[in-house]
């Protein structure tokens, strides 16, 4: 059985700029959410896609948005950069009746 | 508006003795509660849950306690080891009508430290 898989590991933007990360779900996960996660702080929860549509949004501006696709992999898209988008961000997978997550390990976003 | 807490940034133990990670939440709505154990340069890696209706889960050398009352949990880990080195994050969550649960809110860790 496969893991959660995000690419790339790291990445340097300027501010301004657009970044799409990726993630492939555990096999079997047709449930993906992403995470921003700061220094020192926990993880925040940014979205949720199930079956290809958005199910559940945190306090995110509409600058982050998303897609999940058929075969239930993803994409995080944030346009117009800002340095505060500096974070480690986490795609997190779950299937069916099943109680965790399972989380890849993340993109570090750099955005200068 | 935190809904999770860990309160103690830091713990330090020595190895074989206990360790115990504290968490409170505020939310009332929430009824499943998961603990992660994250390494450096690795995503979150669940340890063990637990449901509301319990108050209590053991795995292994893991138990988690859960006392709704007071709206706290906490992980204990006997006997620690030094690979338990790590952050752990308290998480919480509402599961929704189709049992699978729903968004996790993260306390902010503690880093658990094992001395040998």
């Known amino acids: 059985e496969t893991g959660v898989t995000q690419s790339p590991t790291h990445l340097i933007k300027t501010r301004g700029q657009q970044v799409t990360l990726r993630c492939s779900s555990q096999?079997?996960?047709?449930?993906v959410s992403w995470y921003q996660q700061a220094l020192g702080q926990g993880p925040q929860f940014i979205f949720q896609?199930?079956?290809?549509?958005?199910?559940g949004r945190g306090n995110f501006p509409p600058r982050f948005s998303g897609l999940q696709f058929p075969n239930y992999s993803s994409e995080l898209n944030v346009n117009a950069l800002e340095l505060d988008d500096s974070a480690l961000y986490l795609c997190?997978?779950?299937?069916?009746?099943?109680?965790?997550?399972?989380f890849g390990s993340g993109t570090r976003l750099t955005v200068v | 508006d935190q809904q999770v807490k860990q309160n103690s940034p830091s713990l330090s133990v020595q190895e074989g003795r206990i360790s115990i990670l504290n968490c409170d939440y505020t939310?009332?709505?929430?009824?499943?509660f998961l603990w992660y154990k994250k390494y450096p340069a690795e995503g979150p890696t669940f340890l063990i849950s637990?449901?509301?209706?319990?108050d209590k889960n053991e795995d292994g050398r893991f138990t988690v306690f859960l006392n709704k009352s007071a709206k706290h949990l906490s992980l204990h880990i006997v006997p620690s080891q030094p690979g338990d080195s790590a952050v752990y994050f308290c998480?919480?969550?509402?599961?929704?009508?189709?049992?699978?649960?729903?968004?996790?809110?993260f306390g902010k860790g503690t880093l658990l430290t094992v001395n040998p």
């Open positions: 096999s079997g996960h047709n449930t």
């Open positions: 998480a919480a969550t509402r599961m929704n009508s189709g049992g699978s649960n729903y968004k996790l809110t």
């Open positions: 939310n009332s709505m929430f009824d499943y």
């Open positions: 637990i449901s509301s209706i319990k």
């Open positions: 997190a997978s779950t299937g069916p009746f099943n109680y965790g997550y399972t």
């Open positions: 896609y199930y079956r290809e549509e958005e199910n």
